[in-house]
């Protein structure tokens, strides 16, 4: 069974960090994109950290500088580091897997993911 696993949310204070995992069971990591999506209340589920089964890395202008995504095949995992965190980082992150080598024009599109975790909550608020 193809299964992804999300952990490490919690809350944490403005300015604090965070290490989401996203463990691959039932196939390889090393040839999918991985993407780490977060979902606020009332808002659509949008794109945060892509990492591509080329190499490349993707990620939306609210989280640069700030958040990075990683891999360790011998773990079949991926990691999402999230320093510097804002109340408006508050969501259920998600991550997926995309068996295609998602590119810049198409790495949004949460139809290419064809395998979602379940989420994990990430609260930021003193």
């Known amino acids: 069974q193809l299964q992804l696993v999300e952990s490490g949310g919690g809350l944490v204070q403005p300015g604090g960090s965070l290490r989401l995992s996203c463990a691959a069971s039932?196939?390889?990591?090393?040839?999918?994109?991985i993407g780490w999506f977060r979902q606020a209340p009332g808002k659509e589920r949008e794109v945060s950290y892509i990492?591509?089964?080329?190499?490349?890395?993707y990620y939306a202008d609210s989280v640069k500088g700030r958040f990075t995504i990683s891999r360790d095949n011998a773990k079949n995992t991926v990691y999402l580091q999230m320093n510097s965190l804002k109340p408006e980082d508050t969501a259920i992150y998600y991550c997926?897997?995309?068996?295609?080598?998602?590119?810049?024009?198409?790495?949004?599109?949460?139809?290419?993911?064809?395998?979602w975790g379940q989420g994990t909550q990430v609260t930021v608020s003193s």
């Open positions: 997926a897997a995309s068996r295609f080598r998602l590119g810049q024009s198409t790495y949004r599109s949460r139809s290419l993911y064809n395998l």
């Open positions: 039932g196939f390889t990591l090393d040839f999918y994109t």
């Open positions: 990492s591509s089964s080329d190499g490349s890395t």
